[in-house]
């Protein structure tokens, strides 16, 4: 028999169906496992290819940061972030926030930037080292401190897409900011919720997933685990223990805590799911200090259909107490 | 430069980004057009076949309605209507309403039913004829009315999966119907908005868009137009002219209007994008009768990633203006 459960705080809700479930061993058949990784001769990410990018306004390289010009791009670097040659938002000179009437419209305006994750093209973040994943993890805290500077900027959106099936149209590693003039909705939902609260809601079930059956993993700064109303099969929270709000707000021992646990779900989900694409996307609000920050990740191993469209409840065949045996080891995906 | 746009009525936003857009026939190439249609000789929906399916309580037959028995099935039927083999709700003796609280859980109750809609199992809704759609829709409304008589029913979500990339696992036509013991939150958010306007808010954006550039059709009974803040490439709305609130109110003629509008968009859909796999969804309300039925259709020819995940807000690489222009057929795909 199927159950309906209830977001934690939130007015939303899933349907666990495992009757219609799949076994692990099969989202791996479909996924394809790990897609062809060499090298494209035409990719504008990889090492050597610098100049086929917008100049890059943060570029890594050995602890230290510096900046392309349009003359000369820095080689040899770790990470580099520059504006996307597409970008879905532009930062125009005359800004003027949505009108909230009906029909509101606005210009397109905010930042939309790319950072490459690693100067090899097939490398995954799995086989990333820690020290790498905390680099990244500071990569990430100062962008987003960058854009939380600027004037008009009210969220930033910081996730990554890897893989076709979850839109990521290169396949060299790398994550995507976008620096928005507005709060989006679903943030906006969540702080209203947060507002009616006596204690932060993010404190309070992150102890109580740390003694559940949605358990995946802990370090000394974060803890992993399958949300209780997961929308899709092997969806994984990360929350820092203690409240922060924002990358802003972490010390170096949470983002190296933050990046290790990345390191341990993706292995994990390599070795249960055989390398399928995912998502990964920060929640988190610089403005907002009673907000905790969390990080989620997602599989793309099933599709959103006519259902979830009409009424924004998800279908979900893999209970998330499931998900978490496998992700924490105690069952193989043979089984 | 892109723009941000808000919703008609909720605060919800898109952003149309052309820059980042593909021409309507590289969509084509991608989605691959039509799907292999020899029937499989394993189809339990085909005609001959009945005996796989649990018995059907409702088979159109000639115009008239018979059932299924466990020990005879009705043959040389139109429409076939039966209970999902792999039900995401159950129709559960001893149900109690969701706990409000956190972490809320219920058994999944409510009712999973599958219309077949066509014994033949290449059949495309684009090619049935205005009757036969006619027809088709009045069995959504017989459906609709079956389960909303049912105690403990708050909604019956009604939508159509058809290709894989849409969440079809079967490629036979069909449909299904979900009842739900709750009312679901996207449902939930559009009511108290309307609660808060003087005058249906779809009544006037119906009116607005008759005149609009995003207008593509009307017929005595319904206008078709892709919506102000479209989430996706050729998203489309349409909506009957008179203010009915959900499918059992409405009159022969609506029905008929509402069919042959929505064959009239999947056969743009076929010409423009090749044949894409899309949802269409009901989205109506039977106890509410200030809500305005509609009907939404969206192509599978994007993906949601991860910016889309974290925020709520949709890049669409395609304006409504311009999808609406090739679905009218101003413009051919190949310009």
Redesign the interface.
């Known amino acids: 028999?199927?159950?309906?459960?209830?977001h934690?705080?939130l007015?939303?809700?899933c349907?666990?169906?495992e009757?219609?479930a799949k076994r692990p061993s099969e989202f791996a058949a479909e996924t394809g496992g790990a897609e062809p990784e060499t090298r494209p001769t035409h990719c504008a990410f990889c090492a050597g290819s610098e100049e086929k990018t917008p100049p890059a306004g943060s570029v890594y390289k050995e602890g230290r940061i510096f900046a392309d010009t349009k003359e000369k791009r820095v080689r040899k670097w770790d990470f580099r972030c520059f504006q996307n040659l597409?970008?879905?938002?532009?930062p125009?000179p005359a800004f003027s926030e949505?009108?909230?009437g009906?029909?509101?419209?606005?210009?397109?305006?905010g930042f939309h930037e790319v950072i490459v994750e690693s100067p090899v093209h097939g490398k995954k973040l799995s086989d990333f080292s820690a020290a790498e994943l905390s680099e990244l993890m500071q990569v990430y805290r100062d962008r987003v401190c960058h854009y939380r500077a600027h004037e008009n900027i009210r969220?930033v959106?910081?996730?990554?897409?890897s893989g076709g099936?979850?839109?990521?149209s290169l396949d060299h590693p790398h994550s995507?900011l976008?620096a928005?003039?507005?709060l989006?909705?679903?943030?906006?939902t969540e702080l209203q919720a947060i507002g009616n609260e006596e204690k932060c809601?993010y404190c309070i079930l992150l102890e109580k997933e740390k003694e559940s059956t949605r358990f995946i993993r802990e370090n000394r700064e974060c803890v992993a685990f399958t949300p209780?109303c997961s929308k899709s099969p092997f969806e994984v929270w990360i929350l820092p223990k203690k409240h922060v709000n924002y990358l802003g707000d972490c010390s170096k021992e949470i983002l190296s805590g933050l990046g290790e646990m990345i390191g341990y779900v993706l292995n994990s989900y390599g070795k249960v799911l055989g390398n399928p694409a995912y998502?990964?996307?920060?929640?988190q609000l610089f403005d907002a200090p009673e907000y905790h920050l969390n990080l989620?990740l997602?599989p793309r191993i099933s599709?959103?259909?006519?259902?979830e469209?009409?009424?924004?409840?998800y279908?979900n065949t893999v209970s998330p107490e499931r998900a978490a045996s496998y992700l924490r080891g105690d069952k193989l995906p043979e089984e």
């Not at 597409?86 to 532009?90: D, N, Q, R, T, V």
């Not at 959106?157 to 897409?161: A, W």
């Not at 989006?184 to 906006?188: F, G, H, N, V």
């Open positions: 028999m199927s159950e309906i459960r209830k934690y705080f007015p939303e809700y349907i666990i169906a009757g219609r597409f970008p879905a938002l532009s125009i949505l009108s909230g009906e029909g509101g419209s606005s210009p397109g305006f969220y959106s910081l996730f990554k897409n099936a979850a839109g990521a995507q976008l928005l003039p507005l989006p909705p679903l943030l906006k809601p209780y998502n990964y996307m920060f929640y989620r997602l599709l959103v259909a006519g259902f469209l009409n009424t924004g409840i279908i």
